[in-house]
């Protein structure tokens, strides 16, 4: 092989395939396909502080990218069709708050927030990934499903390099106005599409394999290698110093994959000498992945994963008309595509999956905030996967743990301000089909007659 090539994780398959092929998955079996790289080739910084530094493009854009300054580690496309809109500019941060309420130490705990990415969400890292593959191989049309974040970046990358048109699959109805905005804003061919993300999903897949329109989503493996640089800008804030645990939400699965790639290529070049453990969390209303990893035992084993289960799980879904259906719209999915990968970072990263309640998301997200970080509600799932962790004595009290924070606070607005103001009643029945009875940490607004009297006397109180 050259220097990197695409090749399917099946290992009976192990077919590799050019780098300039589109392939969404492996013609020969079906399987999902990898990005892997010959490192003998390519000259590694053997130092992890020298990782980091690599030329980005410059031309038009005029940003630093997060992700192409990691552009060693993730070397598929030649300097001069690397697409960027200045993503990877994210923090990781204390937080006492959401800390104490994981019951984690605040010394050992730490929020990777990607929703400063320029389109608000961790997307942006994979897409400038994908997007520069569409760029090498000269797509014109780039077409995505979503839950309105993978949209809200490709819509964003098409418009701002100019270079391709943006399609864009949505579930009707299932899309955050923030995340619709966007996509609206920046110009992109919006499909609302009659069925829910899955049935978006199913469709993108189709019409693009029809035609040859360009896929952006995660199934797409140079998507993921543009997501691997989070966990690269993680270890940087903690020095290179590997945390014990990863925490992350679950929808299609292609972050955590990508972290797991990341963590193991970083390992296998001697950078770093431990891996952390992965939690990957769903939302109770779609727990595909926690269910068929804890209930129906699938395992990745070795490569050989039993479809059987997988087939038989998604059968007793459609026989029993069972939809996705949670307030983390953004993780809405029942048929995440990385699946198989997502069983390979558990196993390599003796990884565990589980899966929240919609409550327990909007609670983390509320204390999470109270840390100055604002976040939209699949994100918090993180912070709510890490407590239920720690109370079931799985995480421990001063293990060094990450949780990522995907998204920003203003993709969903409403839920949040429901959250804060509205009463119980109001509540339950804007949001009780999702489980959610209360706003234990809400922020109730207060409500003043025009007058600086009463309004003085409003804040006396309140301050105490
Ligand atoms: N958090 C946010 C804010 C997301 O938008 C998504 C996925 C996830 C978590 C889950 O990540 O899919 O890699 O497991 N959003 C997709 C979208 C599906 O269309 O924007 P994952």
Redesign the pocket.
Known sequence: MSHACQKCIHPDCAAEYDLYQVLPKCPACGNLLDIIYDWDQLRIPSHPMMLGRAAWPSGGMGAISGVWRFGDLLPFAPLEKRVSIGEGHTQLRVSPNAAAYAGIKKETFRLQYEGLNPSG???DNGMAGAFSHANMVGAKVAA?????????SLAAFASASGLMRAIIFIGDGKISYG?LSQALDYGAVTLLVQGD?DDAMARVQEVSAREGIYLV??VNPFRLEG?KTTMFRVLEGLNWQVPDWVV???????????FAKALYELYDLGIITKLPRIAIVNSSGAPTFSRLVNDHGLKWNGGRVDDSIIDSYYAKLDADNVKASTIAS??E?NR?V?LKKALRAIDRLNGVALDVSDQAILDAKANIARDGLGC?P??A?SVAGAKQLVEKGVIDRDATVVCIL??HQL?DPHATVAYHSFSEEDLAKEYGRFGIATSKYGNRPISVANSADDIVAKIRQTLG
Do not use: D, R, V
């Open positions: 969400s961790f997307k995505c499903a979503s839950t309105g974040n993978t949209s809200a995340k993300f989503n995660s997501q992350c939400p679950g929808g299609n699965l292609g972050n955590s994959s990508a953004a993780i999915i995440p990385n939209e699949a994100s799932a995907t998204g993709k």
